[in-house]
Nanobody
Framework: QVQLVESGGGLVQPGGSLRLSCAAS????????IGWFRQAPGKEREGVSC????????YYADSVKGRFTISRDNAKNTVYLQMNSLKPEDTAVYYC????????????????????????WGKGTLVTVSS
């Protein structure tokens, strides 16, 4: 059974850091495409950062480039999102998603997929950046 479980969200002050974790089960993370997405109140869900076996690259949205880092721990079958220099506009529910069926997209294409383009979603973890 495939499952994605996010953790690590919370309340942090502007300029602070958090590390989100996405623990995967039922498939091997380094064989497919995994991404972090976020949805702020009243806004559409957006791709934040993705990593894919298709191209071996990591993709970052312009809004987080230089501040966020995506990584994988294959031994733990977990994908992380290290978030530094957090801003109030980073406040959102952060979701982990996986694409494991059919053609595996590149990291950039993965982040551009909509909700229905993914095979699996986690339930999300809330990140609040506020003083």
């Amino acid at each position: 059974q495939v499952q994605l479980v996010e953790s690590g969200g919370g309340l942090v002050q502007p300029g602070g850091s958090l590390r989100l974790s996405c623990a995967a089960s039922g498939f091997t993370v380094d064989y497919y495409a995994i991404g972090w997405f976020r949805q702020a109140p009243g806004k559409e869900r957006e791709g934040v950062s993705c990593i894919s076996s298709s191209d071996g690259n990591a993709y970052y949205a312009d809004s987080v480039k230089g501040r966020f880092t995506i990584s994988r721990d294959n031994a733990k079958n977990t994908v992380y999102l290290q978030m530094n220099s957090l801003k109030p506009e980073d406040t959102a529910v952060y979701y982990c998603a996986a694409k494991i069926r059919g053609r595996i997209p590149t990291s950039q294409d993965m982040c551009a997929l909509d909700y229905y383009g993914m095979d699996y979603w986690g339930k999300g973890t809330l990140v609040t950046v506020s003083s």
